[in-house]
């Protein structure tokens, strides 16, 4: 089976919009449908991801089941919108990856879901999930995040990695590969360096396709 390439997106931040600040100072994602306010570039983003060659997959943190802010169909009818919406653009993700977990035992309401988990950023656990799953080369994949816990992870995966966020800031934690304002940016980077990288002479033993 050969392997494919993928991109690999946060969520809240990159598709969509956050929703205020929780308890912490930090941007809350959206708990229920009504809150989604999904960026209206994101599904020509995914399209031109694809048509690149990259699979695309979501990586994201949603503590909030953990919290008993949500709940689980919660979470998925907002996966299920998100896939609606790139699909009506001509995109497509693969598969959203949810970490549920928390690891802080004064926050969390069930207690199933107290974990120092794998899967929770800044750890790879969820993108070494779907390059297994899916056989990714993660050394031609990238991660996209808005924050530094997506770009650690990233790195530790073996990804190159583009932050997003306001140009003239700087992320002395993380160290990404890239910066960019958005997700339209992001994808003109990753253009940009795909085209200089098949620009290069051609390695047989390499041949990349979509992973459906």
């Known amino acids: 089976m050969e392997r494919c390439k993928a991109v690999f997106l946060d969520r809240d931040g990159v598709i969509n919009a956050p929703v205020g600040l929780d308890d912490f100072g930090q941007p809350e994602s959206p708990l229920c449908l009504a809150d989604l306010k999904i960026y209206s570039f994101v599904g020509k983003s995914v399209r031109e991801l694809n048509k690149l060659g990259f699979s695309v997959f979501v990586i994201t943190n949603q503590p909030a089941v953990a919290k008993g802010k949500m709940t689980i169909t919660d979470l998925a009818d907002i996966n299920s919108a998100i896939y609606h919406n790139i699909f009506l653009a001509g995109g497509d993700i693969v598969k959203i990856y949810s970490c549920i977990h928390h690891p802080d035992p004064a926050q969390v309401k069930f207690k199933e879901l107290l ?3 794998d899967c929770r950023k800044p750890k790879p656990g969820l993108i070494f999930q779907a390059a297994k799953e899916y056989n990714v080369d993660l050394s031609q994949s990238w991660m996209v995040g808005d924050r530094w816990k997506d770009i650690l992870a990233g790195k530790e995966a073996g990804c ?3 932050l997003i966020k306001p140009i003239g800031e700087e992320d002395l934690i993380s160290k990404p590969s890239f910066v960019a304002r958005n997700l339209i940016e992001a994808v003109s980077i990753i253009k940009d360096e ?3 990288q098949q ?3 051609y390695d047989l033993s390499v041949n990349y396709s979509h992973c459906l």
């Open 115 to 117: 974990k120092d988990c």
């Open 160 to 162: 190159r990695t583009i």
């Open 194 to 196: 795909t085209e200089a």
């Open 199 to 201: 620009a290069q002479p």
